[in-house]
DNA sequence: TTCCCGAGTGTTTGCGATAACACTTATTCC
DNA sequence: GGAATAAGTGTTATCGCAAACACTCGGGAA
């Protein structure tokens, strides 16, 4: 007498109802059920209802697997992206987010360790191995846009911030235009120049935001003054305002982001310098916080919300065979505390 | 003679290789190619080596919705979660994708848009209807754990920074220590009493940090004020320190976050008081940022990455039946910087 | 009446993988 | 030498669902 094997040592789960499990409760086929789930209006009223108690009775969920399997969609959307502790990607990611949930879309992640090709490729296989039905990539590094040209071709894919070049939809805030608006403004207090912290190389919001500020310091015949490049942390925020406080001709800093104008504001003040009465400094990004620096900071708002909202739509418009947009700009907005004001007689 | 149906109307996909392409190519069972993938001692190394190339030649990549279908895994965790764009959840999703990534595993999300049961409930459901193996729930209100009594029992379920009294394990960081820390930090400098500038009612954190402080305050016989309540953003920190500014006992506060701190310190300062020669001021959290406050500012540092690690290796372990510790605490630490000196003279 | 049509439902098949078991062949042991 | 064993591979069944097609039935058109 041999005991029958995988009894009982498992505490006997109560097994999940499927499909059929409900279909025998209702007194119908599987294939009823499955109408009921995906096309209510093909089953009767009556029997809709039947199938429909039945699912509630049993606390019925469709397998996502099987479904796919079947189906070769997922309801999945896959977002890779780097630094998501960051106040933009966070936000961005958030909002892809939301937006998916309400098309019933769930959302994947993949962190990248570092910004490279491999990297990228590595990020988007991790999604696609999970069956998700379309990416969107975050990662606006110039090395990413190298990775972003390699993709499977077929994978709907669309990028927030991306480098010219890459293959597929792209949804952006116009830094340029941001940064240029920031720089007006410091002209149009009255400074002769502007100064620029900008943010590490390679990355295409930094090199964007850059080419904003220097255009308009060359369309106005100003002198542009070599920019000093952070990397988008108030720590090198105030490293640089160290150097930069000991510059003579020094009245107005359109600085890349607001964490870095955070570190720079502490050094100005170290220095010796009052701002805005010395010294006037133009941000980027409006952070929740930056209403409460000391002095309240103007700087250029990213809607970050809206850029997650289009990105997603572009995503949904890829996977259902619509081919639009290539490049989509969001307009950022200058908001205008007191951390900018009127050159400084003298 | 009939046109052969669904053939030429679609543009010809190359269609992706699947297992038994890859065993055609190998000249080998399609079982054989799954026991490469899968054990990979078990299969010769001569007949390994072919089936890898075939595998390398085609670019095949297993179907996870089949083997999910069949295995009963999928390699997906899931973590619901409220607010990511704050740094603190922000930082755990982070860890929690790391240490998944590095074991294989995936990480799929889902943002609550309120805290309470059914939202939870909801946000679970979402994940486990695309068959995740086990969720983290980030979700640090009280009423939050009433929705965690209600989940389905047999789910690996882990929650970070949740209350006492829910049926799983709780990773967390010890709040009642560290908000008891920093106040005894302040009485060391002198001052007579702490006042509290608290989290929203109803916050796990928020709970514990005013519990940790009261319990210092008492154990020394100190006057307890009655804390204010904040939402954790700077707005409130400012709006709250207004209000205290007026009151005359006041040379130390004890904030529940550095944001609140942010807007605390820009309180102080417009109503003419200096920190830390009248006031002291101690945060918590250690933002990346609270090292360039002005003045720099004395925190808890919270170690999110610890905390987002643990997480994943206790849903691990239940995910592997293996049952661990039911709660889990991470010490947090003073980070003495210059926003709390001794009490002024007086 | 007969036929056709469409609404509503059921049956069969197959999605792509693995579990369980069956089958070879070589190896070991008595 | 023969049985027992192990290593390597193949066969079959199955996971849960939906696509495709088949069937039933009643009502209108011819």
């Keep these: 007498m041999t005991t029958p094997p995988h009894r009982g040592d498992v505490p006997h789960r ?49 397998n996502s697997a099987a479904r796919v399997l079947v189906t070769g969609r997922s309801g999945v959307l896959g977002v890779v992206s780097f630094d ?31 910004l490279n090709r491999r990297s990228i490729a590595e990020g988007v296989g991790r999604l696609t191995s999970q069956s998700v039905d379309g990416v969107i990539i975050v990662a606006p590094h110039e090395s990413a846009t190298d990775g972003l040209r390699h993709l499977p071709p077929d994978l709907p894919v669309v ?22 608006r920031a720089t007006r403004h410091l002209l149009s207090l009255g400074h002769r120049t502007v100064w620029h912290l900008s943010g590490p190389a390679n990355w295409v919001d930094a090199s964007a935001r850059v080419a904003g500020w220097r255009s308009v310091l060359e369309a106005e015949g100003r002198e542009v003054r070599e920019p000093l490049a952070g990397d988008w942390s108030a720590r090198s925020g105030h490293e640089l305002g160290r150097r930069l406080a000991s510059e003579d001709d020094l009245t107005a800093i359109f600085v890349a982001n607001d964490q870095m104008a955070m570190g720079l504001l502490r050094a100005l003040r170290e220095a010796g310098l009052r701002v805005p009465e010395d010294v006037s400094v133009v941000g980027f990004d409006d952070i929740p916080e ?54 400084p007689p003298g």
Excluded at 101 to 106: G, H, K, M, V
Aim: charged residues 25%; hydrophobic residues 45%.
């Design 14 to 62: 109560p097994k999940v109802a499927v499909m059929e499990d409900v279909a025998e409760l209702a007194g119908v086929s599987a294939m009823t059920v499955s109408r009921v789930l995906n096309a209510p209006e093909k089953v009767r009223p009556e029997t809709r209802a039947r199938v429909l108690a039945a699912v509630q009775e049993l606390g019925y969920r469709p």
């Design 84 to 114: 998501t502790t960051q106040y933009g990607p966070a936000s961005t990611l958030y909002a892809i987010e939301r937006a998916a949930r309400q098309n019933e879309y769930s959302v994947s992640i993949a962190s990248l360790d570092a």
């Design 159 to 180: 990028a927030v911030d991306a480098g010219d070049g890459v293959p597929f939809p792209v949804v952006m805030v116009d830094q340029h235009a941001g940064a240029a």
């Design 290 to 343: 930056a209403a409460y620096f000391w002095p309240p900071l103007t700087t250029v708002r990213q809607d970050f919300a809206t850029v997650g909202r289009l990105a997603f739509q572009l995503v949904l418009d890829r996977i259902d065979g619509v081919l639009g947009e290539r490049r989509l700009k969001v307009e950022p907005e200058l908001v205008v505390r007191e951390s900018a004001g009127v050159r």
